[in-house]
T-cell receptor
């Protein structure tokens, strides 16, 4: 099983719908991140969390919210999806005690019609 | 402000040829530098990283990178490319000591021709 699991892997939805992307990890890491990948733009940070009680906005948090339900779970929500949120979303984890390597999930491809 | 620049959007090389992917960074402190590879339909996998010490670092799959502080660069190299190296490559800079915020470049897409 993958160390960082994202669900769903693919989702097509309509404008205005609420969407939740879920991430769970078995690596025991305290730090979790949500990134968005768009062609030509690389990965951009949406939100990150250093523990259950610590949530921080990244560079593109508008239109998104997150929930850190447990150390191992970090969910990303789009309260009212819009077409320009169509992208590939990645969850990643790392430990504050290690050398900083990020471990990524396989991605969730979201299409908003 | 922190930033990472990968000037080459797309590179095509012949199998067996050498490869160099460029990465320049802007960072206010000692950088922690990474190269990740993304194969089609996959997440990102770490190729190599630099934190301190020897400025030439070795990674997986025969890749290496050299940190040049004077040029603010961290270029990725491979002496002989294999067809399986076709992928997207991302350079990243991180701040381990100030909260593990990571900044990624826009990526370089590598095509390998037979």
């Amino acid at each position: 099983d993958a160390d960082v699991t994202q669900t769903p892997r693919n989702r097509i939805t309509k404008t205005g719908k609420r969407i939740m992307l879920e991430c769970s990890q078995t690596k025991g890491h305290d730090r979790m991140y949500w990134y968005r990948q768009d062609p030509g733009l690389g990965l951009r940070l949406i939100y990150y969390s250093f523990d259950v009680k610590d949530i921080n906005k990244g560079e593109i948090s508008d239109g998104y919210s997150v929930s850190r339900q447990a150390q191992a779970k970090f969910s990303l929500s789009l309260e009212s999806a819009i077409p320009n949120q169509t992208a590939l979303y990645f969850c990643a984890t790392t430990s504050g005690r290690n050398t900083g390597e990020l471990f990524f999930g396989e991605g969730s491809r979201l299409t908003v019609l | 402000a922190q930033s990472v620049t990968q000037p080459d959007i797309h590179i095509t090389v012949s199998e067996g040829a050498s490869l160099e992917l460029r990465c320049n960074y802007s960072y206010g402190a000692t950088p922690y530098l990474f190269w990740y590879v993304q194969s089609p339909g996959q997440g990102l996998q770490l190729l190599l990283k630099y934190f301190s010490g020897d400025t030439l670092v070795q990674g997986i799959k025969g890749f290496e990178a050299e940190f040049k502080r004077s040029q603010s660069s961290f270029n990725l190299r491979k002496p002989s490319v294999h067809w399986s190296d076709a992928a997207e490559y991302f350079c990243a800079v991180g701040a381990h000591l100030t909260g593990n915020q990571f900044y990624f470049g826009t990526g370089t897409s590598l095509t390998v021709i037979p």
